[in-house]
């Protein structure tokens, strides 16, 4: 057995896509710092998000189960009250959880006023935090509108700007994510002509270093055990970035859009209503695309900087030796591909997370610098996180399993043989559009490493892709017939995951197993006829003298 | 709209079959008090509770949700802490949920120590309690044997019978369980072949009238509204009752059993593993039949004798004219047929229940005395109860739906079509026996009016049985090829089922219908390449004099 791990720093970017990293083969974007994580890790090449969306993504990662099991289906929805989280499982075997930025978390106010959970008692804070202990919390989306924020609590970053002498309410709007035009005015990254411009704030001021900062300032002070959960804001929109990392990147190094006239030729209804939203249609315009990317990809060489001070620092700490370091986004960015923009469905470019994770110990040397495709979900960081810090997965709770075996030259035989992503589209315009009910604007997605197989509630047609012959998922098999066998088994285990065992959280299979056939030791005796069949021992409480007769 | 109940009774027998009721077509047992209520409400003829089994089917009963969906899956799982109930429901719309009787509740002690709830607390109580305020808590198996009480609470029905003169510290055990053999002494209950003698206790002692004299003490001094659940511990075994209800029947009421010798050749193996238990084995016999059967119609006299008490008081008070009655029970017997005893499994005799309502109001005066063979699941009465008070169901919580349209005569269209009930064997020596892993353990029914399927995990091939041309379920064509297409059939509904959206429970259908698309006014910019594309109003907060420069 390895020794238990005693720091976790678990990072998270947002919306980073899987395949802007130059690990994972960018033909333009150079990102060393997390290359060199990668070479001293495990990368895992099929790791998918449970949801392609900030909230449900989340929710799945730090309860470690699906979108269906824990039902915060999207941004917003409160993770109801009773949902275990990471937190819960890694403080039973005495390791804190701790977040430095986003969690995309909606307490369920109305959960905790029913069972008199205060928000400001510490029980109450960790439910509202999904599990976290609170280092630094900034969701990162301080969005302003004419019916307010978008997020209504107290933002630390924006407290930041202020004491540093940035200027207004709102400098995370007004600075961190606009630029200046030619007459002085602000020109809002909301806006995606403005995103070649920098962005009005001092580099080191920025979102990226100022959370990286935080991180330090956290491991500086901790006490082991712990997990840190650094959770970023960036590579997310709005999409402008700071000098230098404005410039850096041009036209000419944004790659061309994986696409084709064929998918907008009668598609998949579902499919064609995100591609005629606001932002499929803004994505497929050549100039929102050489605007827009080049910024994305400034911010994430911005990213790639950070992790190379904050692991930097981890080095002259002697914190390497000891640190396990994962780090992973909640979902990727279509950037234009498939006429899509931003992520919600289920081409890689959306659902598919990169995914590296160091461990430090010497269990893991034989696979570092490696790469494994098993089909890896989310969820199973959690189960990860609790067994590199030496506790037993309780998998009648978390549905994900540990990685670790991976990192550890122990591949297990029954490794999953497809994994599965949810969206839940009933919030948004298209479900609208197309007319669907809340409950059934639903999502499944089904893959292994040949077909990818998408089931939608509401009465559609399925959509399917191979991913062998058509890796750009170009072609939907979803109505081909000859296909029907393919679609049968996907079927079949889509069908199969919908009836798991998700919710029979308060019993384990251990305590089960021990519990068989122990009621008849407690008097329960049953098809019993006569005393004579049964263990003296355990009729002995029923026998002896009747005393009073009462029955006349 | 009809006028809002404010007073519902909700009469709940145990292992009560459906058809051991003279309204129910019983040959010989007359239950003319049950009928009576029949006469003045809607009987339900195809009435399925959600598992056949105590604590499963209950949880389901008490929260309106599947038991795939709460996971309280067997006797003496906790019903996790979150999970809401009738009582939280009732409460919002400002009507108490009291107990009188049995729950079969295990409280989630690990979630309430984990968010801090006393179990002394209102709140605490209440969530130990699955909702309920206790006015008396009964669960009514005070079994006793090596390893101590099956139940370790204390039970007011012993302290009421010791307080009567009854000997001993468990005379539930040896008196109202007991009866006396030739030398004077126990012959207890649990030992089938004393069933046909009286229990050694006074009539109006034993265990259905007490709980019949504290339901009348609520009614008399409660305040309504209020729902009071009266949920009697029998006719459930121990098999044995007082005199004169011992005597009233003898095997010449027996029916015959139904079962076929070709149940026992080749047998599905689950049904197999069912049949070769000690209970099985016993209900095989006739002499276990003819000791058996009588004692528990006798049981089912006085419970019927009880209700003429219960509804004759609630008449001389008034109280018929604005009490809502429903009477139902928790899962029915096999008493020997298909070579079965006690629940579990999916026959008729099993998964189906008793199931009356009676509403006072006039908008149920056309359907009185009437039948209704809707499919009808026992998780419809706690929409039921919300829906006579007044409230909405909220329906992306509560999964069953409220019943009163068809006693007011305004059949719902799009009632469903099949109904479901699950049953989790992980924790009987079945499963060790059949080598399933407790995850595996698990059987869910599809059934429609001509169809009942049953699927299995764990590698089994399903069971189907067509209730038109077999009433009796005696020919499973599970394995017929010829019944492929009907499989499929169920296979799909059951993979539909799996699927439902039931733990999306923070957020209604109308709150995300209000919800859609109101981002932008809240300042999130999606697909927006020029502030021209946008209404004036919402971009208002992202314009501006840049004020200081930081961008050089």
Not at 152 to 173: C, F, I, T, V
Not at 387 to 415: K, N, Q, T, Y
Not at 421 to 442: H, N, Q
Request: aromatic letters at 10%; one cysteine or more; proline letters at 6%.
């Amino acid at each position: 057995m390895p020794q238990p791990i005693r720091r976790i720093l678990f990072i998270m970017f947002d919306q980073l896509r899987w395949d802007y990293l130059s690990c994972a083969g960018h033909p333009h974007l150079q990102t060393p710092h997390i290359d060199a994580l990668a070479a001293r890790g495990v990368r895992f090449t099929r790791a998918y998000c449970q949801s392609p969306v900030c909230g449900a993504s989340r929710m799945s990662t730090y309860t470690g189960r699906y979108v269906h099991s824990h039902g915060a289906a999207y941004n917003g929805y409160p993770l109801k009250v009773g949902e275990l989280t990471l937190g819960d499982h890694l403080r039973r075997i005495g390791m804190d959880s701790w977040l430095v930025g986003k969690t995309h978390m909606r307490a369920d106010a109305e959960g905790m006023a029913r069972l008199g959970l205060a928000p400001d008692s510490v029980i109450g804070a960790r439910v509202a935090e999904c599990g976290f202990d609170i280092f630094t919390r900034d969701d990162g989306l301080w969005a302003e509108g004419p019916d307010g924020f978008y997020d209504s609590r107290r933002s630390p970053y924006n407290e930041y700007l202020k004491a540093q002498g940035y200027d207004g309410e709102n400098p995370w709007a007004s600075h961190a994510n606009a630029g200046v035009d030619e007459d002085g005015q602000i020109a809002s990254g909301w806006f995606m002509r403005h995103a070649d411009r920098p962005a009005n704030i001092r580099e080191e001021d920025s979102e990226t270093p100022w959370l990286t900062a935080r991180a330090m300032d956290f491991i500086e002070q901790a006490q082991a055990p712990w997990l840190c959960h650094l959770s970023y804001i960036k590579p997310h929109w709005p999409y402008i970035v700071p000098a230098p990392y404005h410039a850096m990147y041009g036209p000419e190094h944004v790659p061309p859009a994986v696409r084709d006239a064929r998918e907008r030729q009668n598609p998949h209804p579902i499919f064609g209503a995100f591609q005629a939203n606001a932002i499929g249609r803004a994505f497929s315009r050549d100039e929102v695309r050489e605007k827009v990317i080049p910024a994305y990809m400034g911010l994430i060489k911005q990213c790639d900087d950070q992790m190379g001070r904050l692991i930097g620092r981890l080095e002259e700490t002697g914190r390497m030796g000891d640190t396990m370091i994962v780090l992973t986004s909640d979902h990727g960015d279509y950037l234009g591909d498939h006429w899509l923009g931003e992520k919600d469905l289920f081409h890689e470019p959306s659902v598919k997370v990169p995914l590296i994770v160091y461990d430090p110990r010497p269990e893991a040397d034989a696979t570092r610098g490696g790469t494994c495709d098993a089909l890896v979900e989310q969820i199973d960081l959690a189960a990860s996180f609790i067994d590199a810090a030496g506790g037993a997965v309780p998998d009648h709770i978390v549905e994900g399993r540990s990685l670790l075996p991976f990192l550890h030259g122990e591949v297990p035989e029954d490794w999953r043989d497809f994994a599965v992503s949810e969206y839940d589209y009933a919030t948004s315009p298209m479900a609208a559009k197309l007319g669907v009910a809340p409950r059934d604007a639903r999502l499944f997605m089904v893959a292994d490493k040949r077909w990818k197989f998408i089931h939608a509630e509401g009465g559609f047609r399925p959509m399917l892709f191979d991913m062998e012959s058509d890796p750009q998922e170009l072609h939907d098999l979803g109505d081909s017939a000859e296909h029907g066998e393919v679609i049968a088994m996907m079927q079949e285990r889509l069908a199969r995951w919908g009836r798991r065992m998700s919710q029979r959280t308060t019993r384990s299979d251990a305590e089960i197993l021990a519990g068989r056939g122990g009621s008849d030791r407690r008097g329960i005796l049953l098809g019993v006829y006569d005393e004579g069949e049964c263990d003296p021992e355990v009729t002995a409480k029923y026998r002896g003298t009747a005393g009073q007769r009462f029955d006349l």
